[in-house]
């Protein structure tokens, strides 16, 4: 089984690899034996100045190791308390610097758009201190995408608490909500559902939307789309807003769950038909 640490040959991580992802599986571990959801919870507080190094954070509600898995937290140093948040420099950052991402901390103008996208998040509890950071923008394929955290600040620590990968769209998309059947649906009003057709999807993923649209038709019965999603830990959810389409995840970013929610973003583009 492959995973999102498996590199190409040649250190190029978009070489050689289907746009579509289907060769990929995220490790059956990840979604957890005791009953508790995936991601479910926030990230351990760091010093608002500076978060932690990635190998050193402990990642939320996740049981056992692995990628995705928690690591010990460790008592930030005084140099680290006196600087600004500026994210996982060392993970998601540095992944980005190496693919010609560029950076912003998400209070320029091109970052306006962000906020009304995550208002508009489906897992999200929002209060009036969350706010976009570590802002990185490139390509990956075909397509251009920005990721960010999603960060509260509680006294003097700032904590990334969701981790947030979109793809600005050209056309229009008509609003939906694509999550995994056993989360809890909150905000709701005016959406439908759409069945897939396929009963081993439909029951681990629902797609609500707001208008019975072929394109959303098209985007549930992928097989492509299918076949990703099934094969995840169900630990994400989708929605369109704000000229976007995203994935959003319990968490802060790092090189491998921006990978994830790039693979899954090209394929879920792709079948709407639209970039």
Sequence with gaps: MSSPRDRDPSGDPFG????????WQEPSHLGGDDGRSAGQGASEPVPSEQTAPPEQQE??????????GPRGPRKPGVIEEVFTYEGDLVGAQGW????GWTISDGGGAADAPLAELIAAAPMMRLSKDHRPASVLRGRYGQLEMVAFDVVYATGR????QYAVTAVPMLAAVPRF???????WKHRVGGLMPVPSGN????????LLA????????????????????????????FWSAAGHVAAVRP???????????ARLLSALVGALGVG
């Design 96 to 99: 980005a610097l190496q693919h």
């Design 59 to 68: 990642r939320p509600g996740r049981p056992g190791g692995g990628l995705f």
């Design 251 to 261: 968490d802060g970013h790092r090189p491998e769950l921006l990978e994830h929610h």
């Design 199 to 206: 009963e081993t999807f439909d029951l681990r993923w629902s």
């Design 157 to 160: 620590y700032v904590v990334p």
């Design 16 to 23: 050689d690899r289907p746009d579509d992802g289907s060769g």
């Design 177 to 183: 909500r694509l999550s995994p059947a056993r989360f």
């Design 210 to 237: 707001g208008e019975d649209s072929p394109q959303l038709h098209r985007l549930v019965q992928d097989p492509t789309v299918q076949g990703l999603l099934l094969g995840t830990d169900d630990g994400d959810e």
